[in-house]
């Protein structure tokens, strides 16, 4: 139940191109649902994140789609650019009391974008 | 500039051999994690600490150790028990077990020769 499936494992898309890349959940206990992005070598970077009391949520060219009856989630990235080549990452995160509150990660979306 | 530091960032061990892992961090966060990285798997939690001089398992935590004597540290030690290890190691941290945000350290690599 603590696990997030990400969909797909890699991604290509042209410049300005609308890559989505999609995450499905059990546990109905997750209130908060993170994207992280991980360039080759270096740590993942915290990049959006919602509370599943909103449907939708953009930051820049970033959008975060949530579907709380099909316990669904995704990242759409508008006009994409080559330097948004990266791995990105789901994550979720219970809302109950207590110590067992860390993130689950998807396993990850290896996206390239084409010149 | 406050954020977390991992070293070294490439690591080689021997079979048989113990190494540890380090991980610091400026942020006077109270929660520290770490992560490890397979291709094809995402991340998956180790150990985690939510204050100093304690800690818990998390989901792979066997053939590894940790220790938290200083809030600012949490290295973790790849022990021989560890029968796979090679893999890419994250160290993180939260203001709190219960905060929303994690910052994640460079990482660092371990490969067994």
């Known amino acids: 139940q603590q696990q997030v499936k990400q969909s797909p494992q890699s991604l290509i898309v042209q410049k300005g191109g609308i890559p989505i890349i999609n995450c499905a959940y059990e546990?109905?206990?997750?209130?908060?649902f993170p994207w992280y992005q991980q360039f080759p070598g270096k740590g993942p970077a915290l990049l959006i994140a919602i509370r599943p009391d909103v449907s939708e949520k953009k930051e820049g060219r970033f959008t975060i789609s949530f579907n709380k009856s099909a316990k669904q989630f995704s990242l759409h990235i508008m006009d994409s650019q080559p330097g948004d080549s990266a791995t990105y990452f789901c994550?979720?995160?219970?809302?109950?009391?207590?110590?067992?509150?860390?993130?689950?990660f998807g396993s990850g979306t290896q996206l390239t974008v084409l010149p | 500039d406050g954020g977390i530091t991992q070293s070294p960032k490439y690591l080689f061990r021997k079979e048989g051999q113990n190494v540890t892992l380090s991980c610091e961090q400026n942020l006077n966060h109270d929660a520290m994690y770490w992560y490890r990285q397979d291709p094809g798997q995402g991340l998956r939690l180790i150990y985690y600490?939510?204050?100093?001089?304690?800690?818990q398992k998390g989901d792979i935590a066997e053939g590894y150790s940790v220790s938290r004597e200083k809030k600012e540290s949490f290295p973790l030690t790849v022990t021989s028990a560890q029968k796979n290890p090679t893999a890419f190691y994250l160290c993180a941290s939260s203001i709190g077990a219960s905060s929303y945000g994690y910052t994640f350290g460079s990482g660092t690599r371990l490969t067994v020769v």
């Open positions: 546990n109905t206990a997750f209130d908060y």
């Open positions: 600490s939510q204050i100093v001089n304690d800690f």
């Open positions: 994550a979720a995160r219970p809302g109950f009391s207590g110590s067992a509150r860390q993130l689950t």
